[in-house]
């Protein structure tokens, strides 16, 4: 499933290149404030929430068929949240560009509002730009699919352009090829992603193999505040939530019980 939603983004970026212009991107980040800072985010005490915007996935189907995501987003910020993830992939998550922007439009008279994720599948440098254009401050970068050379580059990009992105690693050789990168901020995906089986015990096993210097961010799979209290006892920072939030019938209590 991974190689499909990757192949499918491939054939879709030539046409976007063609409607906006590198040169198109670059003037747009030009006029854009400094993107926030997404590791200082997560730092301090207590585990801190990741919460993200979604209307569904290849593994949960349509999590909610109608979404204000602006809505959604100024929820998540009143309720706690230390940064929010955007989905901006179309067809197997229903989301867009358009949406990181919109968010993004909301929060951009606020200097300290939270930080804003750009969550794709991100192969092209192309697609960095994009990220800033649209008013993200940060972005997902997953180890599997890309070529060592390819991840540091725009690990490198990032870090131009003022962004400190998330790689997301799988296994204990994704773990390696992100350290020796110098990822600064590492998610642990407990979902494989070809199987969409999950265990929190992935970020158990991989948590020790990253240096105590890096800010480790575990993905998927969190539901409760037991599940919160396992993964800050294995040294994870911070969670990603999606789903478990974007159901929840009152996403405050939701939120105070898993940060309490």
């Given amino acids: 499933m991974l190689q499909k939603i990757v192949d499918h983004s491939r054939r879709l970026l030539p046409a976007a ?6 040169a198109t991107l670059e003037a747009r980040i030009a ?6 800072d997404f590791p200082a985010a997560l730092r301090g ?8 915007v979604k209307s569904a996935s290849p593994s949960a189907g349509v999590i909610r068929g109608r979404v204000d995501a602006v809505a959604q ?4 910020a009143a309720a706690g949240a230390s940064a929010i993830s955007v989905l901006t992939e179309r067809k197997h998550f229903g989301g867009s560009l358009r949406r990181l922007g919109a968010i993004a439009a909301t929060f951009e008279p606020a200097p300290a509002a939270t930080p804003l994720l750009r969550k794709d599948f991100l192969f092209d440098p192309y697609q960095v730009y994009q990220a800033r254009a649209y008013g993200g401050d940060t972005f997902l970068l ?16 990032g870090r131009r352009l003022g962004m400190e992105p998330l790689v997301e690693v799988h296994d204990e050789g994704e773990v390696e090829r992100a350290v020796a990168a110098n990822a600064r901020v590492i998610g642990i995906n407990n979902r494989d992603l070809n ?16 240096p105590a210097d890096r800010i480790v ?9 037991d599940d919160m209290h396992r993964l800050r006892d294995w040294g994870a920072d911070a969670v990603l939530i999606g789903e478990t939030l974007m159901t929840a019938p009152s996403l405050p209590d939701k939120m105070r019980e898993l940060l309490s």
């Fill in 45 to 52: 005490d207590g585990m801190r929430i990741i919460a993200e």
């Fill in 142 to 157: 997953i180890v599997a699919i890309l070529e060592q050379a390819a991840l540091t580059d725009m690990l490198a990009l």
């Fill in 195 to 210: 199987t969409f089986t999950v265990s929190l015990e992935t970020t158990g096993r991989l948590r020790k193999l990253i």
């Fill in 31 to 36: 006029t854009r404030k400094a993107p926030r």
């Fill in 17 to 22: 290149k063609r409607r906006e212009p590198l």
């Fill in 217 to 225: 961010v575990s993905e998927s799979g969190i539901k409760t505040r």
């Fill in 73 to 76: 987003a100024r929820r998540y």
